[in-house]
Nanobody, 124 residues
Framework: QVQLVESGGGLVQAGGSLRLSCAAS????????MAWFRQAPGKEREFVAG????????NYADSVKGRFTISRDNAKNRVYLQMNSLKPEETATYYC?????????????????WGQGTQVTVSS
């Protein structure tokens, strides 16, 4: 399993931006598909954005397309989530997750490694 540590969360006003970062401990980081999920109180964990092991392909939830950007730096073992035009309903704990590049989908059950999460609060 990969050890993941998120950072960059905080309090932001509606319409503002935040950049989340996730640091991975695994030296074979470049072989993992990475993703960001979020979970609001009382709700299920939901997919936000994902990126292939090479970084060549990305995938986004419809609700964040055009506003969020996922990227990775395999030399630094990091994945990022740039979030623009944030909305109050996007207040949640954001999690970084990793899975093998050999099969699987962008659903929580397919991801075997998770970070502790970072809180994002968007005020109205």
């Amino acid at each position: 399993q990969v050890q993941l540590v998120e950072s960059g969360g905080g309090l932001v006003q509606a319409g503002g931006s935040l950049r989340l970062s996730c640091a991975a401990s695994e030296r074979t980081f470049s072989t993992y598909v990475m993703a960001w999920f979020r979970q609001a109180p009382g709700k299920e964990r939901e997919f936000v954005a994902g990126i292939s092991s090479s970084g060549g392909r990305t995938n986004y939830a419809d609700s964040v397309k055009g506003r969020f950007t996922i990227s990775r730096d395999n030399a630094k073992n990091r994945v990022y989530l740039q979030m623009n035009s944030l909305k109050p309903e996007e207040t949640a704990t954001y999690y970084c997750a990793a899975r093998s590049r050999y099969g699987g989908d962008y659903v929580p059950a397919d991801f075997g490694s998770w970070g502790q999460g970072t809180q994002v609060t968007v005020s109205s």
